[in-house]
Nanobody, 114 residues
């Protein structure tokens, strides 16, 4: 059984930054293929960024150049560094890890004030 624990969300002003963390607990081996998603109020969940087992990264156009996904294999942890935050980045951010199946975190709230 694998459990994902997310942290790092909060309330910041536009232009600020946050770093989200997602720790994978349980019987899981790095490197992890993982992704970050977000869901704004009244909208569908959307993909934000992903990292493959080989370390390749990809980003949604809306966050490219501002967000960076990375991981610490020794700690089974995936990060999302978010810079130059905008009010439209507001939402609940979810981590997903793919290890034989997909596992989701509980979500962490990110609120950007204008």
């Amino acid at each position: 059984q694998v459990q994902l624990v997310e942290s790092g969300g909060g309330l910041v002003q536009a232009g600020g930054s946050l770093r989200l963390s997602c720790v994978a607990l349980g019987r899981i081996v790095s490197p992890l293929a993982a992704g970050w998603y977000r869901q704004a109020p009244g909208k569908q969940r959307e993909w934000v960024a992903g990292i493959t087992v080989g370390g390749s990264t990809n980003y949604a156009d809306s966050v490219k150049g501002r967000f960076t996904i990375s991981r610490d294999n020794a700690k089974n942890t995936v990060f999302l560094q978010m810079l130059s935050l905008k009010p439209e980045d507001t939402g609940v951010y979810y981590c997903k890890v793919s290890y034989y199946m997909d596992y989701w975190g509980q979500g962490t709230q990110v609120t950007i004030s204008s």
